[in-house]
């Protein structure tokens, strides 16, 4: 996916999710335990206000989040964010440097591809939490969020913060995972100190997890829910499904 998609598919999923909103505001969320609707709101637009001022500064604001913040009414901070948002991405192009948290890409587009993903998921989250249907992703989004979670988040960060999986991954026997999806497929390879991802998949695998793109995103984001509670077939032992989904969180929290 190219930058101007990733901004279209931004653009769709902030208005589902502004939609789904006002529904339920103090709704729990049940895929972010501790979080109503609201929370989840004002959540997304501090990560709108805090990518915006990242992009126009290029490097990253500490101390953060402002005082006020805390004081402006959920729905107002997500519609003033999210103007802010696409302004600063409309006075860039995706070449353009700036900070962000991963090294092997310091680029406004990184924060394209980061917000359109962000934004899927807590429209998810919105949607389970006011008790909506489900919209679709695109197939397109939802294979890429597979991979940046895969590889962004859990590959990156066994590598550059190894500690925090010690105690998941330092008695590993040595694994891999084969996750497939309709034109896409990774191989995960986990050990001490290990996670590796690689494109493709070559056939046995400790563990094989496969669906339509949108559930294998759900699934891996742990966003599953009771509209689709058999989307995902996953086959391999208890425990070698416990180091994948603990690698997972652990990068994500």
Excluded at 108 to 128: C, K, P, S, Y
Excluded at 154 to 165: C, H, L
Excluded at 215 to 223: E, F
């Amino acid at each position: 996916m190219d930058f101007s998609q990733f901004l279209d598919c931004l653009a769709v999923d902030f208005a589902r999710l502004r939609s789904v909103v006002p529904v339920a505001p103090a709704a729990a969320v049940p895929s972010c335990p501790g979080w109503t609707v609201a929370d989840l709101t004002r959540h997304v637009g501090v990560v709108y206000l805090h990518k915006t001022v990242t992009m126009r500064e290029g490097a990253e604001p500490d101390p953060w989040p402002p005082k006020e913040v805390a004081e402006e009414e959920p729905l107002a901070l997500l519609d003033r964010a999210y103007a802010g948002l696409r302004e600063e991405f409309a006075a860039h192009k995706p070449e353009d440097p700036t900070g962000t948290w991963y090294a092997p890409d310091q680029t406004v587009g990184f924060w394209g591809r980061r917000m359109a993903q962000e934004t899927v998921i807590h429209r998810i989250d919105a949607e389970l939490g006011t008790g909506q249907s489900v919209a679709p992703v695109p197939a397109d989004l939802a294979v890429d969020g597979i991979d940046e979670l895969l590889k962004v988040f859990v590959a990156y960060s066994v590598a550059e913060w190894g500690p925090y999986f010690t105690d998941i991954l330092a008695g590993s026997p040595g694994r891999t995972y084969a996750i497939r999806t309709d034109g896409a497929a990774w191989r995960v390879r986990t050990g001490p100190g290990l996670f590796a991802v690689d494109d493709g998949d070559d056939g046995a695998a400790d563990v094989i997890v496969s669906g339509q793109p949108t559930a294998v995103l759900r699934w891996a984001w742990n966003r599953e829910g009771a509209d689709e509670p058999s989307a995902v077939t996953i086959e391999g032992s208890a425990e070698a499904r416990d180091e994948l989904r603990r690698c997972i969180v652990t990068a994500t929290q």
